[in-house]
């Protein structure tokens, strides 16, 4: 019996591989830079902040001390890598869901990615505003290939520092530790998502120093941001967050916990932030 494919091919040509001089075989020519983001526009582009702090009493969320200083890290940080900034404190459901459509309606042609950090209470697939919450992939969604023209095709990236859960990780001992085409692309294609926990996990924060993930992927971002690809670096912030820290808490069972970042990519080339 005959093999078939479960959908019909698109673009089927030759297949091209690559030595590993990087010379592509079918014709011999320097690889280009097919699998990497193009960087080459006037502006790196923008990067929102929504830092929540304060909530209403109806939410039961308590006061988020330490998100200002992890706000204030983003600032600096993505400010030094060439971002233009935007920050809003203490939003409600309504007020977020407002500003990113707002952004996302926004002309991006002249902006190489976009990038959006969200500091708030959360838990699985929900973020908090002041008043409630609301499900993450509503915001996402605005920036899909579909709603948001100017930016498909360039890398939209998400930072989500909020809990996923209310699971706590005690931690195990380890011994070591072509461009000229027109193509149809995926509307959720070019997406990267950063959790700063694992789905249905707590995620900490120090009330003086701010969260362990926004801390690490600062201090990544400065260190490597100019030389390593996205993931490399995303990786780097798991193991700072995984090897580095440890709960200190009064509070029974809640001492000596860990925690992993959770990287979900739909990117489909490599992202470096430099030209």
């Known amino acids: 019996m005959s093999d078939s494919v479960d959908a019909r091919q698109v673009n089927a040509k030759e297949d091209t591989y690559l030595t590993d001089a990087g010379v592509d075989q079918t014709d011999a020519k320097p690889h280009s830079d097919v699998f990497q983001y193009n960087m080459n526009y006037p502006s790196l582009g923008q990067c929102v902040i929504i830092n929540n702090k304060n909530f209403h009493r109806k939410t039961g969320m308590g006061v988020r001390n330490g998100t200002d200083q992890d706000a204030k890290n983003v600032m600096e940080t993505f400010s030094n890598l060439g971002f233009t900034m935007k920050m809003s404190n203490d939003q409600t459901?309504?007020?977020?869901?407002?500003?990113?459509?707002?952004?996302?309606?926004?002309?991006?042609?002249?902006?190489?990615?976009?990038?959006?950090?969200?500091l708030s209470h959360g838990d699985d697939g929900k973020i908090f505003g002041t008043d409630d919450f609301i499900e993450l992939k509503q915001l996402f969604t605005l920036f899909r290939g579909d709603r948001c023209k100017s930016l498909v095709g360039k890398p939209k990236l998400f930072f989500i520092q909020a809990c996923r859960g209310s699971d706590l990780d005690a931690g195990i001992e380890a011994d070591s530790v072509s461009e000229e085409e027109t193509q149809k692309i995926p509307v959720e294609a070019d997406f990267l998502y950063a959790y700063s926990t694992a789905p249905?996990?707590?995620?900490?924060?120090?009330?003086?120093?701010?969260?362990?993930?926004?801390?690490?992927?600062?201090?990544?971002?400065?260190?490597?941001?100019?030389?390593?690809?996205?993931?490399?670096i995303m990786t780097r912030v798991n193991h700072k967050v995984a090897l580095d820290f440890?709960?200190?808490?009064?509070?029974?069972?809640?001492?000596?916990?860990?925690?992993?970042?959770?990287?979900?990519?739909?990117?489909?080339?490599?992202?470096?932030?430099?030209?």
């Open 246 to 275: 440890e709960s200190s808490s009064n509070l029974p069972g809640f001492d000596g916990m860990k925690q992993i970042p959770c990287i979900v990519s739909m990117l489909t080339k490599e992202l470096y932030f430099s030209k």
């Open 200 to 232: 249905g996990y707590y995620s900490w924060r120090n009330v003086a120093n701010g969260s362990w993930f926004i801390s690490s992927l600062c201090e990544m971002l400065s260190k490597y941001g100019k030389r390593l690809e996205i993931t490399q």
């Open 93 to 118: 459901v309504s007020q977020m869901r407002d500003l990113l459509t707002e952004v996302s309606r926004e002309d991006h042609s002249h902006s190489a990615m976009f990038v959006c950090v969200l």
